[in-house]
């Protein structure tokens, strides 16, 4: 397996602001669907291993966590971490009668990952003018699974968290990207950097 | 060609425009119109002709038609959005078609209006499947749990017989030994009785020897004085009577120990009966403080003649057995109390102990059978699951709390009758860690 360059300080840059915009806009998208406002962190781009992946998706208290995949020009997983607290507000702003049940809340968690995670990646291939599709999101329990056993040993990690403003919910968007996309986007970026 | 090819695939496949009007539905759908609709469906609000969902269809919709990113639901949170019939509504088990839907932003390319498309899947062989399987598992998991808990119980079973057949061997050579303790017992008694007749007689012709000594000879006089000196008669007629009263008192000592083991072993009777608690706790104070010397026993009960009705057998043993824990606890100094308190309905018996205490993390377990933290070979870590089942029996409680260092109280409770017919009571024991 070969061993996946880090980015440099210029692409590491470009990524960054590409992932502002991109961000940006899919807050906008989810401010407008449930209409209310949508506060988001500064994306964070960092390199991880299977184990570090593993403590990034678990520094949430009391979570919900989906997985989606992506294909396309790059693929990757992108992997959600939303917050237990809060959700029944986002829930009434989502239309939702009250009591929610258990499928409810899974419905609800599986729709807004894919809004977020569809409009994050949406701009960010908009962006880097490549082509994704994401495939369906399903339900994540990362404490059954095994990340020791991954089989890759490196990772670029691109994260942001979404703040809902009126509610104590929140929710942290965590993309992953395989080698060979990863050298396929620093090509792309290298050719925006010009 | 391609419009044949779409209308017969065998997903459904449905497009709507902005205020949610079909444009097109394929033969999947339109296969499973009511006759009515299937002529003028154009047109028409797909929340219209499919009712029951229709609120959960515009919000995806919607979000479809803000976001242009595509929307996903499944069988497993929502199975049926449009009101469907299983495709085989004669040989299916599912009456209603089980639907995954995904609805993507698509653009006709002459006007360049916003559409959405809808893809029905029809997973209902899929859903059915999946539901047996966790139906399945269901019960493998039930009945999994079901053979632990006959596991634990035959476990329980094996430790009480164990425990059973070890305490009738047991209670068999100690009442044959009681038997043939109590022979020669009988015949030291009796010949120590005689044997002090004797002696104070001696000890009368003696006296009267030296009292009438005037009346002897000098020489006779001086004799009989220096008999006396050289076997320390004024010593040995002091000495005398206290040491056989001292004996005697030693054998009925021996007696009583020897009457309290045949009492504790020798329960002719099984079954429920009327037990007098004071005299047993009495019988079992004084059986184990022979055994352990180094404990203080301290013995407080409500008042003479208190009853219950139970099982004499079961009950003895319980008490013994946390007794023995008890006095087993303290190396050195300490104490052991007793108490029996009277409630309305039932009797407890409060057995406290200063001595080393039970750790936190084995206070969970002193009920199982086999636990115990002696050395191999000195312990079997049955007494106290003896003792539960026991007062399990006699639709009792007990409950422990304990600190390490400082001491352990357990409490037993029983009902003074037992109560007919009500199940027994299958909480757990309790225990808690000793407040200071």
Same mark, same amino acid.
């Given at each position: 397996?070969?061993?996946?360059?880090?980015?440099?300080?210029?692409?590491?840059?470009?990524?960054?602001?590409?992932?502002?915009?991109?961000?940006?806009?899919?807050?906008?998208?989810?401010?407008?669907?449930?209409?209310?406002?949508?506060?988001?962190?500064?994306?964070?781009?960092?390199?991880?291993?299977?184990?570090?992946?593993?403590?990034?998706?678990?520094?949430?208290?009391?979570?919900?966590?989906?997985?989606?995949?992506?294909?396309?020009?790059? @693929?990757?997983?992108?992997?959600?971490?939303?917050?237990? *607290?809060?959700?029944?507000?986002?829930?009434?702003?989502?239309?939702?009668? #009250?009591?929610?049940?258990? #499928?409810?809340?899974?419905?609800?968690?599986?729709?807004?990952?894919?809004?977020?995670?569809?409009?994050?990646?949406?701009?960010?291939?908009?962006?880097?003018?490549?082509?994704?599709?994401?495939?369906?999101?399903?339900? /994540?329990?990362?404490?059954?699974?095994?990340?020791?056993?991954?089989?890759?040993? @490196?990772?670029?990690?691109?994260?942001?968290?979404?703040?809902?403003?009126?509610?104590?919910?929140?929710?942290?968007?965590? /993309?992953?990207?395989?080698? #060979? *996309?990863?050298?396929?986007?620093?090509?792309?970026?290298?050719?925006?950097?010009? | 060609?391609?419009?044949?090819?779409?209308?017969?695939?065998?997903?459904?496949?449905?497009?709507?425009?902005?205020?949610?009007?079909?444009?097109?539905?394929?033969?999947?759908?339109?296969?499973?119109?009511?006759?009515?609709?299937?002529?003028?469906?154009?047109?028409? !609000?797909?929340?219209?002709?499919?009712?029951?969902?229709?609120?959960?269809?515009?919000?995806?919709?919607?979000?479809? =038609?803000?976001?242009?990113? !595509?929307?996903?639901?499944?069988?497993?949170?929502?199975?049926? &959005?449009?009101? =469907?019939?299983?495709?085989?509504?004669?040989?299916?088990?599912?009456? +209603?078609?089980?639907?995954?839907?995904?609805?993507? !932003?698509?653009?006709?390319?002459?006007?360049?209006?916003?559409?959405?498309?809808?893809?029905?899947?029809?997973?209902?062989?899929?859903?059915?499947?999946?539901?047996?399987?966790?139906?399945?598992?269901?019960?493998?998991?039930?009945?999994?749990?079901?053979?632990?808990?006959?596991?634990?119980?035959?476990?329980?079973?094996? $430790?009480?017989?164990?425990?059973?057949?070890?305490?009738?061997?047991? %209670? +068999?050579?100690?009442?044959?030994?009681?038997?043939?303790?109590?022979?020669?017992?009988?015949?030291?008694?009796?010949?120590?009785?005689?044997? $002090?007749?004797?002696?104070?007689?001696?000890?009368?012709?003696?006296?009267?020897?030296?009292?009438?000594?005037?009346?002897?000879?000098?020489?006779?006089?001086?004799?009989?004085?220096?008999? =006396?000196?050289?076997?320390?008669?004024?010593?040995?007629?002091?000495?005398?009577?206290?040491?056989?009263?001292?004996?005697?008192?030693?054998?009925?000592?021996?007696?009583?120990?020897?009457?309290?083991?045949?009492?504790?072993?020798?329960?002719?009777?099984?079954?429920?009966?009327?037990?007098?608690?004071?005299?047993?706790?009495?019988?079992?104070?004084?059986?184990?403080?022979?055994?352990?010397?180094?404990?203080?026993?301290?013995?407080?009960?409500?008042?003479?003649?208190?009853?219950?009705?139970?099982? !004499?057998?079961?009950?003895?043993?319980?008490?013994?057995?946390?007794?023995?824990?008890?006095?087993?606890?303290?190396?050195?100094?300490?104490?052991?109390?007793? $108490?029996?308190?009277?409630?309305?309905?039932?009797?407890?018996?409060?057995?406290?102990?200063?001595?080393?205490?039970?750790?936190?993390?084995?206070?969970?377990?002193?009920?199982?059978? =086999?636990?115990?933290?002696?050395?191999?070979?000195?312990?079997? %870590?049955?007494?106290?699951?003896?003792?539960?089942?026991? &007062?399990?029996?006699?639709?009792?409680?007990?409950?422990?709390?304990?600190?390490?260092?400082?001491?352990?109280?357990?409490?037993?409770?029983?009902?003074?009758?037992?109560?007919?017919?009500?199940?027994?009571?299958?909480?757990?024991?309790?225990?808690?860690?000793? $407040?200071?």
């Amino acid at each position: 397996m070969s061993i996946v360059l880090p980015l440099d300080e210029d692409q590491r840059d470009a990524l960054q602001e590409l992932l502002n915009i991109s961000m940006g806009q899919a807050a906008n998208s989810l401010a407008q669907l449930i209409e209310t406002k949508i506060d988001i962190s500064i994306p964070k781009i960092s390199t991880v291993t299977p184990n570090e992946l593993y403590g990034l998706l678990f520094e949430t208290k009391d979570a919900y966590y989906t997985r989606q995949s992506f294909l396309g020009d790059i @693929h990757g997983e992108v992997m959600s971490v939303l917050s237990q *607290s809060g959700l029944s507000e986002v829930a009434k702003l989502m239309d939702y009668d #009250e009591p929610l049940s258990k #499928e409810d809340i899974q419905e609800i968690i599986l729709e807004l990952c894919n809004i977020l995670a569809g409009a994050c990646l949406a701009g960010l291939s908009d962006q880097l003018e490549l082509t994704t599709n994401l495939n369906m999101p399903t339900l /994540f329990q990362p404490e059954k699974s095994n990340f020791s056993d991954l089989q890759w040993q @490196h990772t670029l990690v691109m994260e942001v968290q979404f703040i809902i403003a009126i509610s104590s919910f929140s929710m942290r968007v965590v /993309f992953c990207l395989d080698d #060979e *996309s990863l050298i396929r986007m620093k090509d792309t970026l290298d050719e925006l950097l010009g | 060609m391609f419009e044949q090819l779409v209308s017969k695939l065998p997903v459904g496949i449905g497009i709507v425009d902005e205020a949610f009007n079909v444009v097109y539905l394929n033969d999947f759908f339109l296969d499973r119109l009511p006759h009515e609709l299937r002529k003028d469906y154009k047109e028409q !609000p797909v929340t219209e002709l499919f009712k029951g969902q229709g609120k959960f269809l515009k919000r995806r919709l919607k979000s479809v =038609f803000v976001l242009q990113h !595509p929307s996903f639901s499944y069988w497993e949170q929502r199975p049926h &959005i449009f009101p =469907f019939k299983s495709s085989r509504p004669i040989t299916g088990e599912e009456t +209603q078609m089980y639907q995954n839907m995904e609805i993507i !932003p698509i653009k006709d390319n002459a006007s360049g209006e916003k559409l959405a498309c809808i893809f029905l899947q029809d997973v209902t062989a899929q859903a059915s499947y999946f539901r047996a399987q966790q139906k399945l598992s269901q019960a493998l998991k039930k009945e999994h749990a079901e053979q632990r808990k006959l596991i634990r119980k035959l476990d329980t079973a094996q $430790s009480q017989l164990i425990q059973a057949e070890k305490m009738a061997s047991t %209670g +068999q050579l100690a009442a044959g030994i009681a038997h043939e303790i109590n022979n020669p017992i009988g015949f030291v008694t009796a010949n120590l009785d005689t044997l $002090s007749q004797y002696a104070s007689h001696l000890l009368a012709i003696c006296d009267g020897v030296e009292s009438q000594i005037i009346h002897f000879t000098e020489e006779m006089q001086e004799q009989i004085q220096s008999l =006396f000196e050289s076997n320390h008669y004024a010593l040995l007629k002091d000495d005398i009577t206290e040491l056989i009263d001292e004996s005697s008192e030693g054998l009925s000592r021996v007696r009583d120990i020897v009457e309290n083991l045949k009492n504790f072993s020798l329960e002719t009777s099984d079954g429920y009966q009327t037990i007098e608690v004071c005299s047993v706790a009495k019988q079992l104070i004084t059986l184990i403080s022979a055994q352990y010397a180094k404990p203080e026993y301290k013995f407080e009960c409500a008042r003479e003649k208190l009853e219950v009705i139970g099982e !004499p057998g079961t009950l003895k043993q319980a008490l013994m057995n946390v007794m023995v824990n008890a006095a087993q606890a303290i190396e050195e100094k300490g104490f052991i109390k007793l $108490s029996i308190i009277e409630n309305e309905n039932d009797i407890a018996f409060k057995i406290l102990d200063s001595g080393c205490g039970i750790a936190e993390q084995n206070l969970k377990r002193i009920f199982e059978p =086999f636990f115990t933290t002696k050395p191999e070979g000195q312990g079997q %870590g049955l007494g106290l699951s003896v003792a539960y089942t026991a &007062i399990e029996k006699h639709q009792g409680k007990v409950s422990i709390s304990s600190k390490e260092g400082k001491g352990t109280v357990v409490q037993i409770t029983i009902p003074k009758i037992p109560p007919q017919n009500t199940p027994a009571d299958n909480s757990e024991p309790t225990t808690e860690a000793l $407040s200071n």
